[in-house]
């Protein structure tokens, strides 16, 4: 089994992720999700706010502008020092990472018996530019090349229209760009994707510093392995001092075993005072007018690359199907719903209005072609936990099949008692 070609393929299929703009022949680094894949990612984000925002009195959300003046990168020193290491090859001017031996690697493979030779790193910028209004010269901005900074600039409106008092998070889902040199592996590294960031401010204190670090480190990987990602593909790695972002005092990456080798699945920052104190920004402490600039714990996780690595997890082969074992929060759809027969009315209406009746809370599929276990097994294969049939005991009785994805057990459940057993399983 390929899983990266099989999840790729299913992916594509299925219509969880089609590459960008496929019919003028794609554009590297860019990805369009599909009616599942949209759901998918939804899912993620809605699970993430509910757990970093509602779940909890400290925080509150924002959604800033994607594009901001052009200061604030110069400020946070993005234009100057959010860079990556590129090198060209000496025959023919193709450019790469300079810290991706298996790109390398791969490359030189192509100039077949020459001997490649590669030019010194030179760094490369990876904010992404753009040109605003109509007449000459047109104003130079960029896309953010992290969420991030919409929330250090909006750090005073946030606390004078909230009045909420340190310690406390911003939280923010939205896209991000960067003219990476090199995207690939599928979307883990694209140049357009969404990030979804928690900034926890605190007083500038070490040891405190020390306590929230830990705390969001084991929140966050507990995070994926409550939905479902497997414990031992999942592990934290300290970045080395050379590694570190120009804003990083310290950094730990939660890592997922991919086909591809351990990678970043999400970032754990401390950014000390970097941000706010590049952008001039101070916290005056209501009840004692002690005024300083708070330091900052951040988690940076990507909302692409969690479906990705979802969709990884949860792939899986057995003798007659595919199963996709997603966390039920994060199934594109909750449940599907079959008449038994297709041609025999009174099971379709019946369907048609418990369909209707679980449609209200849950976004619910519908399938009436084919055999009963083909459906199923098209329904294992994007993940939806739950089955429930309608056959003509139904008509009788008002009970229903309901079929689990993982076991395929069935259970007779009154209708009446649908939503209710899918809220227990739910949990
Ligand atoms: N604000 C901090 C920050 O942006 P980062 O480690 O550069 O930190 C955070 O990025 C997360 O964003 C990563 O862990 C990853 O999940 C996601 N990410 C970063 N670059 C990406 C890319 N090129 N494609 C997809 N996701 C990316």
Same mark, same amino acid.
């Given at each position: 089994?390929?899983?990266?070609?099989?999840?790729?393929?299913?992916?594509?299929?299925?219509?969880?992720?089609?590459?960008?703009?496929?019919?003028?022949?794609?554009?590297?680094?860019?990805?369009?999700?599909?009616?599942?894949?949209?759901?998918?990612?939804?899912?993620?984000?809605?699970?993430?706010?509910?757990?970093?925002?509602?779940?909890?009195?400290?925080?509150?959300?924002?959604?800033?502008?994607?594009?901001?003046?052009?200061? !604030?990168?110069? +400020?946070?020193?993005?234009?100057?020092?959010?860079?990556?290491?590129?090198?060209?090859?000496?025959?023919?001017?193709?450019?790469?990472?300079?810290?991706?031996?298996?790109?390398?690697?791969?490359?030189? @493979?192509? /100039?077949?018996?020459?001997? !490649?030779?590669?030019?010194?790193?030179?760094?490369?910028?990876?904010?992404?530019?753009?040109? %605003?209004?109509?007449?000459?010269? @047109?104003?130079?901005?960029?896309?953010?090349?992290?969420?991030?900074? =919409?929330?250090?600039?909006?750090?005073?409106?946030?606390?004078?229209?909230?009045?909420?008092?340190?310690?406390?998070?911003?939280?923010?889902?939205?896209?991000?760009?960067?003219?990476?040199?090199?995207?690939?592996?599928?979307?883990?590294?694209?140049?357009?994707?969404?990030?979804?960031?928690?900034?926890?401010?605190?007083?500038?204190?070490? @040891?405190? +510093?020390?306590?929230?670090?830990?705390?969001?480190?084991? *929140?966050?990987?507990?995070?994926? !392995?409550?939905? =479902?990602?497997?414990? *031992?593909?999942?592990?934290?790695?300290?970045?080395?001092?050379?590694?570190?972002? /120009?804003?990083?005092?310290?950094?730990?990456?939660? *890592?997922?075993?991919?086909?591809?080798?351990?990678?970043?699945?999400?970032?754990? /920052?401390?950014?000390?005072?970097?941000?706010?104190?590049?952008? @001039? %920004?101070?916290?005056?402490?209501?009840?004692?007018?002690?005024?300083?600039?708070?330091?900052?714990?951040?988690?940076?996780?990507?909302?692409?690359?969690?479906?990705?690595?979802?969709?990884?997890?949860?792939?899986?082969? *057995?003798?007659?199907?595919?199963? %996709?074992?997603?966390?039920?929060?994060?199934?594109?759809?909750?449940?599907?719903?079959?008449?038994?027969?297709?041609?025999?009315?009174?099971?379709?209406?019946?369907?048609?209005?418990?369909?209707?009746?679980?449609?209200?809370?849950?976004? !619910?599929?519908?399938?009436?072609?084919?055999?009963?276990?083909?459906?199923?097994?098209?329904?294992?294969?994007?993940?939806?936990?739950?089955?429930?049939?309608?056959?003509?005991?139904?008509?009788?009785?008002?009970?229903?099949?309901?079929?689990?994805?993982?076991?395929?057990?069935?259970?007779?459940?009154?209708?009446?008692?649908?939503?209710?057993?899918?809220?227990?399983?739910?949990?």
């Amino acid at each position: 089994m390929d899983l990266m070609a099989d999840v790729t393929s299913l992916a594509k299929r299925r219509g969880f992720i089609y590459p960008g703009s496929e019919i003028y022949g794609g554009l590297a680094g860019f990805w369009d999700y599909g009616p599942l894949g949209v759901e998918l990612k939804n899912n993620i984000k809605r699970q993430w706010w509910k757990d970093m925002v509602y779940d909890r009195d400290d925080v509150v959300g924002i959604d800033a502008a994607i594009i901001m003046n052009p200061e !604030v990168w110069k +400020a946070s020193g993005h234009l100057d020092a959010f860079t990556d290491p590129l090198v060209e090859c000496k025959i023919c001017h193709q450019r790469v990472r300079a810290d991706n031996e298996e790109i390398k690697k791969e490359h030189e @493979k192509t /100039h077949e018996d020459k001997k !490649v030779e590669w030019t010194e790193p030179k760094s490369f910028n990876l904010m992404t530019e753009v040109f %605003l209004g109509v007449t000459e010269p @047109k104003q130079k901005a960029y896309l953010r090349g992290e969420i991030t900074q =919409g929330v250090f600039v909006n750090f005073q409106n946030v606390i004078d229209s909230t009045r909420i008092k340190l310690p406390f998070g911003i939280a923010q889902i939205g896209k991000a760009f960067r003219n990476e040199i090199t995207p690939g592996n599928f979307t883990f590294r694209s140049r357009e994707f969404e990030q979804m960031e928690l900034e926890y401010f605190m007083r500038p204190d070490d @040891k405190e +510093a020390e306590k929230v670090f830990g705390f969001w480190k084991k *929140e966050r990987m507990a995070w994926y !392995v409550n939905l =479902g990602v497997k414990k *031992e593909n999942l592990r934290y790695r300290d970045h080395d001092p050379d590694e570190r972002a /120009h804003y990083a005092r310290f950094a730990t990456d939660i *890592e997922y075993n991919s086909p591809f080798g351990w990678k970043e699945f999400e970032g754990i /920052h401390h950014r000390g005072d970097w941000d706010l104190g590049r952008h @001039k %920004l101070i916290y005056k402490d209501p009840d004692t007018n002690e005024e300083y600039t708070p330091w900052v714990i951040e988690t940076s996780g990507g909302v692409d690359r969690a479906a990705l690595f979802f969709l990884l997890d949860a792939y899986n082969e *057995e003798k007659s199907r595919v199963i %996709l074992k997603l966390h039920p929060k994060l199934a594109p759809f909750k449940l599907a719903v079959f008449p038994l027969l297709a041609n025999k009315e009174e099971l379709i209406n019946k369907a048609r209005e418990i369909h209707q009746i679980l449609s209200r809370n849950y976004f !619910v599929a519908w399938d009436s072609r084919g055999n009963i276990g083909k459906r199923y097994f098209a329904q294992d294969e994007i993940g939806t936990p739950w089955c429930v049939t309608i056959d003509f005991q139904s008509l009788e009785d008002d009970t229903v099949t309901v079929r689990d994805r993982d076991t395929t057990k069935q259970e007779r459940v009154s209708v009446d008692k649908l939503p209710e057993y899918i809220e227990n399983k739910l949990g």
